[in-house]
């Protein structure tokens, strides 16, 4: 009796000790294709439904079937997008801001409050390994092969090798530092609150270029081809020639904006924070067609072949043509979708407040 | 636990429908028939004499609404229920806040139901202003209360007023001349005040304008885009400083440090060609709130007759212009307003005052449900006529302003505000007792005055730029036809006042974002008019008028005072001033309109149905050692209007599950405020073991059904009625037990027209008189009569000193009288809380209340502490409770302080006890947390 009360009671120790995962995630490399490049839904009808409970943060990521769903208040869940079923949650910390970086096992984060700096926290372990104390940051972290990049609130760009978290480089911004960075091939692209963009070699922290935009900015600069579309609290988006840095086009508006353009070959697409999208041809910015949705844009547009998905905070969700600007669907949601929209395997899943996975089907 | 419960019941109950101990009635005059127009985000509550302006409401609110989402990037996901009211008299009327609505209050948000009130004034402008300014909130306080939810976070900081406030200005309307003459007079006065110290005006119209220019200034140096990035991170901080730290990168201290010395650079070189009032023009009355001045004379007195407030009640004064000996004059209170039915507010914001020449002073002032038209006999010093318009045929008019005699003295001319929420001029005919209707459209036209030819000029905002807020002045026949500019821009012009000859027009004009004097010579002409700029003054200029010497009165807000001043000379000053022509912009001079929401933009338009939603839920389990666990919640429930109100009350305090049903308690009450007589009906059943002194412990079970209605005389008094029907089946603890079928009733008298300050009331008097009959008509168990006289008067002795006194009686008499409890800090000082108990109380108090100390503060490494209007007190008091014969007097006297912590008071007494033949020997000391008696 006092051997079983003995291997129960380890069972027990070691069942707590242990992340509640029901298996490690795959780690098979991200899918080839760009949204942009996938036939959108133009359709779609309720499916399953996943209740969470948390928000998710803006942007999720995804590795096959499996959605690693990270919350605004710290949760992270693992879930299986054939199943629409949760494989297992871990409280990770009180908050997190911007995307976390995985690297599996290891998750890489800005916590939205408490420690300053990076946490890694190891799933497998279900404990938070490294902090180091970079300062706050309320944006993505990145990684690019074994380089992980911290863009602190106050400028400072710290690129660190993973997994030992040693400094590779540092440099001053010179300005807050509110948006993602991105990462052009060899090139570190950051934009700073007060309009200073600049494109850091990424090996070793070397200028390339840096511009000065008299305007305050929200959102990253988008990545297109040889240009950067980055759009301003005024409205105004600027594109900007990744090679010399230079200011090429202006495409103008008067309203903020809060979410990124996206784009595809021939168009920009700018949602306004009063509601209005706009689509500007990118060689000369002149407008093609301008819709006036419902409110405020409340996660990140995703722009597919055939569709443009938008959410609004009046929690409506509309789908429309790239082409035109013609609402080819709207959707009343239970809740305002917080989170970019995935669309996998001819379905599409929203991340609804208050914690909400919905599934669509192709309606067609 | 138990009273807890029957005071929650009370309050929610019977205090609802206004039959509180004391206080003012909110009188419901005016039935409204309410309708409901649904637009695309809000539900409109109207009344059909309101339909134009609730329509142009709406369209304003859905542009309003389309204007802040992107600002706040934020969407309100659910209906906003607008209130309108067509004059500020109906909205003083609204139920959806208890408490009494001031004059300056121009519209408010209210939190539990999300509902926005507003009245129009007549003016479009202002109307649109205050609807964004209150829908600021609403996207304020979803945006908050969104981002801690997405967080899952339960509470958390929320700005400040000072932001709230300064954010609904700073996004509804534009930096105007109130604006500039707030922060003007405090930088160049020396009493600029920053963040760190704005707690000083919290509430107050300069905390509004003050937080305005702040966020000015971030937008100006920061950009305005840190503003909702405060309220972004807002979740992450304890406290709205720290958020305020991370999206500017300084504190307050570091912050004040910048913007105060901004502001200097800005307004001292205002020096070099500006004056203080103080410098240029003669002291009339600097003393308390003052404006409207005009001039008088009788015989060879000459004497300024205004409108203020100098105690807390606004009066209309009479302060002579030439003292004697050198002596500066006493201001004369020549009818005291605010303190009875007649006189309940002057308006003394908007409203002129006029005086004839055989010294009838024409004024207005709400009496009522509406505004009525007096005339003073000054030499008589008596009212010698009451004009109320409404029962004269004229129901739609409810608001009365500046009334302006006719040279003749047999007409008035007046600004009148209808129920239809649209201001006109009006004509009443003394004789014929004919009101005529002079203009009759949307725009504003107030300020009138008569000219000798029997003209009128009047300011108005149907001039070219009035759909932006501004006035500007025009003359018009006396039928109100020919209408025509006389002056014309984009400029506030207001307060026109003629000359006794016509050949001097003064006004006052804030074209250089200070209201100043400016003058036009021979305004009745009909030829091109030339301005000229009488004074370049620091302080904002109010109110002008003539005096027959040709100088010209005034009010002025300077050094935080709105103080009457003469400013003399003007003919010999005038030949020096440069003049420039009214230039006329014919393009826009064609008048203006603001579109009605469109059929299309209104989903329906439907009668008022009442729906119920929940106001307050709250449960509370307790332990009590001799009681035991007691159990239960309290809900409230009411219309949107809050007219008619539910209260459901339960509780068990069962001690084991077999005791569980004779120990289940119950109320529910419905309540009604809609009509002027309030009525509330109940069913009880209240059940548990009591104790007083009286009967020891017992158990009572109580059941039945109760019924109360109050009936308001006037604002400041009511006589109110409650009646109860109820079994009655008490058990004492040494076994005896009692049936009754108890029928009771009470009638009281209430009056109270008291003001207060923090600790107390200052002046008035207060007075409850109560009888009530209990008996039992069943078994005759029960039969007692109570009596209850509560007499407070407040003789004031200063500005802030006053002479208390309270004169206080109750008696129960009869078969199972109850007794009363007594003593303690509340009623007799020096005894043991409820140590005395008695069928009959008797006690007289006294109190000196003056100020002690006007502040103090305490700064530590780890906390500061700030404590304002300390109060000090000397008292005597004399009473006792008693069965059969009183055998002596009880008192005390002695020493206390009063300390403000913002809703309660902190009071502290010392002194000695007394039986008014012996004194003890050592000093009581009492605590207690509440304000003077």
């Not at chain 2, 003209?455 to 149907?462: C, K």
Request: hydrophobic share 40%.
């Amino acid at each position: 009796m006092k051997y079983l009360m003995l291997t129960m009671l380890m069972l027990l120790a070691f069942s707590c000790a242990r992340p509640r995962l029901n298996r490690a995630p795959a780690m098979p490399s991200a899918g080839r294709k760009t949204p942009a490049m996938l036939k959108g839904l133009t359709a779609i009808k309720e499916a399953r439904r996943l209740e969470i409970g948390h928000n998710a943060i803006p942007r999720l990521f995804r590795r096959e079937h499996l959605l690693f769903y990270l919350t605004l208040d710290g949760y992270f869940y693992q879930v299986n997008l054939n199943t629409l079923e949760s494989e297992g949650d871990i409280r990770i910390n009180e908050g997190m801001r911007g995307t976390a970086a995985l690297d599996y096992p290891l998750l890489y984060f800005s916590t939205a409050r408490g420690n300053e700096g990076v946490s890694v926290y190891d799933l497998n372990r279900a404990r938070v390994v490294r902090e180091e104390p970079l300062g706050t940051s309320v944006s993505s972290m990145l990684l690019a092969g074994d380089r992980l990049v911290h863009c602190a609130a106050d400028g400072r760009i710290t690129v660190l090798m993973t997994p030992s978290l040693k400094s590779a480089w540092s440099v001053e911004l010179g300005q807050d530092i509110v948006a993602d960075a991105l990462i052009d091939g060899e090139n570190l692209i950051v934009g700073g609150r007060d309009g200073r963009l600049a494109s850091y070699r990424l090996r070793d922290g070397r200028l390339n270029w840096s511009i000065d935009v008299p305007d305050a900015f929200y959102t990253g600069p988008l990545l297109s081809q040889k240009a950067l579309y980055w759009a301003a609290y005024s409205g105004t988006v600027y594109g900007i020639n990744t090679d010399t840095g230079q200011k090429e086009h202006t495409f103008p508006g008067s309203t903020p904006v809060y979410q990124s353009p996206v784009d595809n070959d021939s168009l920009l697409f700018v949602p306004y924070a009063d509601g209005r999208l706009i689509a500007f041809y990118k060689k000369n910015g002149r407008a093609l067609w301008a819709r006036q949705l419902d409110g405020p844009f409340s996660a990140p547009l995703l722009l597919t072949a055939n569709a443009l998905y938008c959410s609004q905070m009046s929690e409506k969700f509309y789908i429309l043509s790239p082409e035109n600007g013609t609402i080819l669907h709207e959707q009343k949601l239970s809740g305002r979708s917080l989170s970019a929209p995935l669309q996998w395997k001819k379905r599409l899943f929203l991340f609804l407040s208050p914690g909400t996975i919905q599934e669509y089907k192709d309606a067609e | 636990m138990k009273r807890t419960f029957i005071l929650l019941l009370l309050l929610s109950g019977l205090l609802m429908a206004q039959s509180y101990y004391f206080g003012r009635n909110k009188v419901q005059y005016t039935r409204f028939d309410w309708q409901v127009m649904k637009t695309s985000h809000f539900d409109i509550y109207y009344y059909p004499e309101m339909e134009d302006i609730a329509r142009k409401g709406a369209a304003f609110a859905e542009e309003a609404f389309r204007e802040l989402q992107p600002r706040f990037n934020h969407y309100i996901n659910r209906r906003i229920p607008l209130i309108f009211y067509s004059t500020h008299l109906h909205f003083q009327q609204t139920n959806i806040t208890p408490g009494f609505i001031p004059e300056g209050v121009g519209g408010f948000f209210e939190f539990i139901k999300g509902r926005v009130v507003i009245p129009s004034n007549g003016n479009l402008s202002k109307f649109r202003h205050v609807i964004r300014h209150e829908l600021v909130h609403v996207f304020m306080h979803g945006k908050v209360r969104g981002s801690l939810r997405d967080h899952r976070l339960v509470d958390g900081p929320f700005p400040p007023l000072w932001f709230t406030e300064g954010l609904a200005e700073f996004w509804s309307t534009r930096w105007d001349a109130q604006g500039e003459m707030i922060i003007k007079d405090a930088v160049l006065n020396n009493y600029e005040l920053g963040l760190k110290n704005i707690y000083v005006v919290n509430g107050t119209f300069s905390m509004y304008k003050i937080g305005q220019h702040v966020l000015m200034y971030i937008r100006d140096h920061f950009g305005e885009d840190k503003i909702l990035q405060i309220l972004n991170v807002l979740w992450k901080h304890e406290s709205f400083e720290d958020a305020f730290k991370e999206v500017l990168g300084m504190d307050y201290a570091a912050f004040d440090r910048r913007y105060l010395y901004a502001l200097k650079k800005k307004y001292y070189p205002l020096m070099a060609d500006h004056d203080f009032n103080s410098q240029t023009s003669r002291a009339v009355e600097e003393t308390g709130y003052n404006f409207k001045p005009v001039y008088y004379r009788h015989g060879a007195e000459e004497a300024v007759v205004f409108v203020g407030n100098h105690s807390g009640y606004s009066s209309i004064f009479l302060k002579p212009l030439n003292a004697q000996d050198g002596e500066e004059a006493e201001s004369e209170v020549l009818i005291k307003g605010e303190a009875t039915s007649d006189f309940e507010s002057f308006h003394i914001f908007d409203s002129r005052i006029s005086i004839n020449k055989e010294g009838v002073l024409a004024f207005s002032s709400k009496s009522g449900g509406n505004d009525v038209l007096y005339l003073y006999d000054i030499p008589g010093r008596r009212v010698i006529q009451k004009i109320e318009l409404n029962k004269e045929g004229h129901r739609q008019l409810v608001g009365i302003y500046s009334p302006s005699w006719s040279a003749d003295g047999r007409r008035l001319v007046f600004s009148g505000l209808s129920s239809s929420g649209y201001k006109d001029l009006y004509l009443y005919d003394l004789n014929t007792k004919a009101l005529k209707n002079l203009t009759r459209d949307i725009y504003d036209d107030f300020d009138p005055v008569f000219t000798p030819d029997g003209r009128i000029i009047f300011a108005s905002d149907r001039g070219a730029y009035g759909d932006e807020g501004y006035s500007n002045l025009f003359i018009c026949d006396s039928s109100g036809a020919r209408i025509r500019y006389l002056t014309f821009g984009r400029q506030r012009d207001t307060a026109p006042a003629i000359s006794a000859d016509g050949r001097l027009l003064a006004f006052t004009s804030d074209r250089q974002q200070t209201n100043n004097l400016f003058l036009i010579r021979d305004p009745l002409k009909d030829k091109k008019h030339e301005l000229q700029q009488l004074t370049h003054a620091i302080g904002t200029i109010f109110d002008p008028a003539w005096t027959p010497e040709g100088d010209l009165l005034f009010s002025t807000f300077e050094g935080r005072r709105f103080q009457i001043r003469l400013y003399e000379d003007v003919l010999r000053k005038m030949k020096t001033l440069p003049a420039r022509s009214v230039v006329m912009k014919p393009g826009r001079a064609d008048g203006w309109t603001f579109p009605g929401i469109d059929s299309a933009g209104v989903q329906a338009n439907q009668p008022y149905i009442r729906e119920y939603t929940l106001d307050v839920a709250q449960s509370q389990v307790s332990q009590d050692p001799i009681f035991g666990t007691t159990g239960g919640a309290a809900f409230a429930f009411s219309d949107i209007m809050s007219n008619d109100q539910y209260t459901i009350l339960v509780y068990n305090n069962a001690r084991t599950s077999s005791d569980f049903l004779r120990s289940f308690n119950f109320a529910v009450n419905h309540i009604s405020l809609e009509k002027k007589v309030n009525y509330a009906v109940g069913l009880f059943r209240f059940a548990g073991q009591y104790f007083n002194p009286q009967d020891a412990f017992y158990f009572e079970d109580r059941s039945g059904a109760s019924f109360a209605i109050s009936y308001p005389l006037s604002q400041f008094s009511r006589i109110a009625f409650s009646h109860s029907l109820s079994y009655s089946d008490k058990t004492w603890a040494f076994g005896r037990r009692r049936f009754a079928w108890l029928n009771a009733s009470f009638l009281s008298f209430v009056h109270d027209n008291a003001i207060w300050l923090p600790t107390g009331p200052i002046e008035g008097w207060r007075f409850n008189l109560s009888i009530g009959n209990t008996y039992d008509f069943a078994f005759n168990n029960v039969n007692y009569m109570t009596g209850l006289l509560d007499f407070r008067y407040y003789q004031r002795l200063s500005l802030r000193g006053t002479y208390a006194v309270r004169l206080y009686s109750l008696f129960n008499e009869g078969k199972e009288a109850r007794q009363f409890y007594f003593g303690g800090s509340w009623d007799l000082r020096g005894v043991p809380r409820w140590s005395l108990h008695g069928q009959r109380i008797f006690l007289l108090s006294q109190e000196l209340r003056f100020p002690l100390i006007d502040g103090i503060g305490i700064n530590t490494p780890f906390l500061s502490l700030g404590f304002t209007s300390i109060r000090g007190a000397l008292f005597v008091d004399a009473g006792n409770a008693w069965n059969g014969r009183l055998e002596k007097i009880r008192g005390s006297y002695g020493f206390g302080a009063r300390l403000p912590l913002g809703f309660l008071v902190l009071r502290w007494d010392i002194g000695k006890r007394t039986d008014f033949r012996d004194f003890d020997q050592g000093n009581f000391t009492q605590f207690f947390f509440g304000w003077d008696f």
